[in-house]
């Protein structure tokens, strides 16, 4: 009986012992972004060598779900029976594109037995947004479509069109605002062809302290940036577009010429709205350098520019010194001349901010 109760106690003894060595793990948590996620755990065991292993489900707006199962190295560095542990380790994922929720658990184990599992907890959400998002759209915009017409002179192979819009403005506020013209296109149909020309964005800003209007071209954005006084102008410049004739040159007559874009305005400007219309010039000699063609931006508030020439004007000079307005010719929307800029189109209203 002795000898039995003896046994019995010593059995107790060593699973009580073997159980100390065994340790548990106590936490187990996981932060992470669309390229990475960094685990860390803590716990108890006896200085013996061990692993947590985990496994990560992820699960996208959509429901579908994936798993990420990886293991961590974890030692106490003691052979004291419950002496803590923790480690941590940062592991690339993705990168993903969609937005998704992690749940898992995180289980400690030596020697291939599992000893004690634990919930793995995010402190920063389990929820990690990885969509990209649409920029948000501007307060205000106003698509519009400009029908016109050219005269019948046809124009010859080699030879330039200088397409040019203009605009006038109301209700613009005394502290400015910024109006952006986009998805700009000029549709006509030559020889039987529909030809579709992308026209340059623009950046227009009224500005309280500009007292004179100017434009450049940016090549970089591809966009005229022009800024003008508050109060505006009877001719604003919107865009141009230079057009090399092909071979074959361009009949007369094309009916209908239509032009389109988007005017959009950066900030809230309550009833802010546009007068605009276009012209078409042809030039037996021009450039597509849009900074080199010094283009008037303003009909009475161009900077530097006090003459009675219409916005759209190119009012530079080429490189033997000879001011582009001497090319000018007949044809498109122009019949040569002093007509730099064609004669314009009907006008259309532009209600950005009704």
């Known amino acids: 009986m002795r000898k039995l109760l003896a046994g019995l106690l010593l059995s107790t003894a060593l699973g009580a012992f073997g159980?100390?060595?065994?340790?548990?793990?106590?936490?187990?948590?996981v932060t992470a972004n669309c390229s990475s996620y960094t685990i860390s755990v803590s716990g108890q065991e006896y200085g013996q060598p061990a692993s947590v292993n985990y496994t990560l489900t992820l699960t996208d707006s959509?429901?579908?779900?994936?798993?990420?199962?990886?293991?961590?190295?974890?030692?106490?560095?003691?052979?004291?029976?419950d002496a803590p542990f923790s480690a941590s380790a940062t592991k690339a994922w993705g990168p993903f594109s969609v937005d998704f929720t992690m749940s898992g658990t995180a289980s400690l184990?030596?020697?291939?037995?599992?000893?004690s599992t634990v919930a793995?907890?995010?402190?920063?959400?389990?929820?990690?947004?990885?969509?990209?998002?649409?920029?948000?759209?501007?307060p205000c915009t106003a698509s519009f479509s400009n029908n016109s017409n050219f005269n019948g002179t046809a124009v010859p192979a080699g030879s330039y069109l200088w397409f040019n819009a203009n605009f006038t403005v109301s209700h613009v506020p005394s502290g400015g605002v910024t109006l952006d013209f986009s998805n700009g296109s000029i549709m006509?149909?030559?020889?039987?062809?529909?030809?579709?020309?992308?026209?340059?964005n623009a950046r227009i800003t009224f500005s309280p302290s500009a007292s004179c209007t100017s434009t450049t071209f940016d090549s970089v954005t591809n966009s005229w940036i022009t800024t003008v006084p508050v109060t505006g102008d009877d001719e604003i410049f919107l865009t141009g577009l230079a057009v090399q004739i092909p071979p074959g040159g361009l009949q007369g007559g094309a009916n209908p010429v239509d032009f389109k874009g988007i005017l959009s305005a950066e900030s809230n400007a309550p009833g802010i709205s546009a007068q605009m219309k276009w012209g078409a010039a042809a030039y037996s000699s021009f450039t597509t350098d849009y900074n080199a063609l010094q283009v008037k931006a303003?009909?009475?508030?161009?900077?530097?520019?006090?003459?009675?020439?219409?916005?759209?004007?190119?009012?530079?000079v080429d490189n033997n010194n000879v001011p582009w307005k001497h090319y000018v010719v007949g044809?498109?929307?122009?019949?040569?001349?002093?007509n730099f800029?064609?004669?314009?189109?009907?006008?259309?209203?532009?209600?950005?901010c009704p």
Do not use: K
């Not at 159980?19 to 948590?29: H, K, M, W, Y």
């Not at 006509?188 to 340059?200: E, F, K, Q």
């Open 109 to 115: 184990v030596i020697a291939g037995t599992t000893y």
């Open 341 to 352: 800029t064609g004669s314009w189109s009907g006008t259309v209203a532009v209600p950005v």
């Open 298 to 316: 303003g009909h009475q508030t161009a900077c530097g520019m006090s003459n009675g020439d219409h916005a759209g004007t190119p009012e530079g």
């Open 62 to 81: 959509a429901g579908d779900t994936s798993t990420v199962s990886d293991s961590i190295a974890v030692s106490s560095g003691s052979s004291t029976s």
């Open 19 to 29: 159980a100390a060595q065994a340790g548990t793990i106590t936490s187990a948590t």
């Open 120 to 138: 793995i907890s995010f402190p920063n959400g389990a929820t990690v947004s990885c969509a990209s998002s649409p920029p948000p759209p501007p």
């Open 188 to 200: 006509l149909t030559d020889h039987g062809t529909t030809i579709n020309l992308p026209v340059p």
């Open 331 to 338: 044809g498109a929307r122009g019949g040569g001349g002093s």
